[in-house]
């Protein structure tokens, strides 16, 4: 199956830093995702990015399918932003279904 | 607003005594997924449906079922939860093929 690495695995940072997280993963992909997974466990969505760049305020994501690795981008650091970052990707099932492959993910930590 | 809605957000059982977890969803999305995500860890598929087709991972414990009793509604059953099958699991929702899953807020469990 496919691998995805994230790095780094933990990232300590003061407010208004930026800050570039990496995922590598193992074969071509038409599906990935970076996610947010707030205090409660939430899996909040950030972007759907296959390939190409976008933006959404302070955070903006790349992925580069050809070379197989994706970066998602924080400026301007705030301490809501504290919490584990995760990249998935696709992996196919059958049927047309696809499971999402995780990385272990970035601990962010934002201090004030 | 159109969403992934879990309950109980956090549930508390015995060892041995069945539990069921439920996932509704207003996207009327073909695919359902249940994951399971243990502490400091990143989340696993359990089993999904496609509409109504039902596929379950090969390493999924027979321990757990599910059910789909109509495009809205799956549900998670724990037959006979032990102490490793503390973890949040998380129910998630997609059009099917490469697009983009959406996820509801989890529900914590605990056995005790």
């Known amino acids: 199956g496919i691998q995805v690495e994230q790095s780094p695995p933990d990232l300590i940072l003061q407010e208004g830093a930026n800050s570039t997280l990496r995922c590598n993963f193992s074969d071509s992909v038409n599906n990935l995702q970076w996610f947010h997974q707030n205090p409660w466990g939430q899996l909040i969505n950030l972007f759907y990015?296959?390939?190409g760049t976008k933006q959404n305020g302070r955070l903006s994501a790349t992925t580069v399918a050809t070379e197989r690795y994706s970066l998602l981008y924080i400026s301007s650091s705030q301490t809501t932003d504290s919490g584990v970052y995760f990249c998935a990707v696709g992996e196919p099932l059958g049927q047309g279904a696809q499971k999402l492959v995780f990385g272990q993910g970035t601990r962010l930590t934002i201090n004030p | 607003d159109a969403m992934v809605i879990q309950n109980p957000r956090y549930q508390v059982t015995q060892f041995g005594k069945p539990v069921t977890l439920s996932c509704s969803q207003t996207l009327n999305h073909n695919v359902m997924y249940w994951y399971q995500q243990k502490s400091s860890q990143a989340p696993k598929l359990l089993f999904h449906?496609?509409?109504?087709?039902?596929?379950n991972e090969a390493d999924t414990p027979d321990n757990f079922q599910s059910r789909r009793p109509n495009t809205s509604f799956c549900f998670l059953d724990i037959r006979s939860p032990g102490l490793g099958d503390t973890a949040m699991y998380l129910c998630?929702?997609?059009?099917?093929?490469?697009?983009?899953?959406?996820f509801g807020q989890g529900t914590r469990l605990t056995v005790v």
């Open positions: 449906y496609y509409d109504k087709d039902f596929n």
């Open positions: 998630a929702t997609s059009r099917g093929g490469s697009t983009e899953a959406f």
């Open positions: 990015i296959p390939s």
